[in-house]
């Protein structure tokens, strides 16, 4: 079956950076286009930045455009989200997620991923 893992979360001042990954396992990887969102507490989940199967079109929430940056690297089966000049808004857990369904573009809907990662937590503190 298919299994994402995030991993690289944690508690990081405010201004910092943190780079979290999502390994993906079940399924061709090459052939998915891969979002990560995130959830604060109290809040709905949302949209952070996505990425295609090739990783040639990305798109990303304007509340970290400029700041963050996703990446994959086909041969590892995983993708990642560089987060640079952390702010105390951008804590949440960040849940990475996969769809196979047209991987040649990128998505930004919730319900355009079939499959999610467990999340992983991160704090920026003031």
């Known amino acids: 079956q298919v299994q994402l893992v995030e991993s690289g979360g944690g508690l990081v001042q405010a201004g910092g950076s943190l780079r979290l990954s999502c390994a993906v396992s079940?399924?061709?990887?090459?052939?998915?286009?891969m979002g990560w969102f995130r959830q604060a507490p109290g809040k709905q989940r949302e949209f952070a930045a996505a990425?295609?199967?090739?990783?040639?079109?990305?798109n990303y929430a304007d509340s970290v455009k400029g700041r963050f940056t996703i990446s994959r690297d086909n041969a590892k089966n995983t993708v990642y989200l560089q987060m640079n000049s952390l702010k105390p808004e951008d804590t949440a857990i960040y849940y990475c997620?996969?769809?196979?369904?047209?991987?040649?573009?990128?998505?930004?809907?919730?319900?355009?991923?079939?499959?999610w990662g467990q999340g992983t937590q991160v704090t920026v503190s003031s």
């Open positions: 990425i295609s199967w090739s990783g040639g079109s990305t």
């Open positions: 079940g399924r061709a990887f090459s052939s998915s286009a």
């Open positions: 997620a996969a769809t196979w369904s047209g991987g040649r573009y990128y998505y930004t809907g919730v319900s355009e991923y079939g499959y």
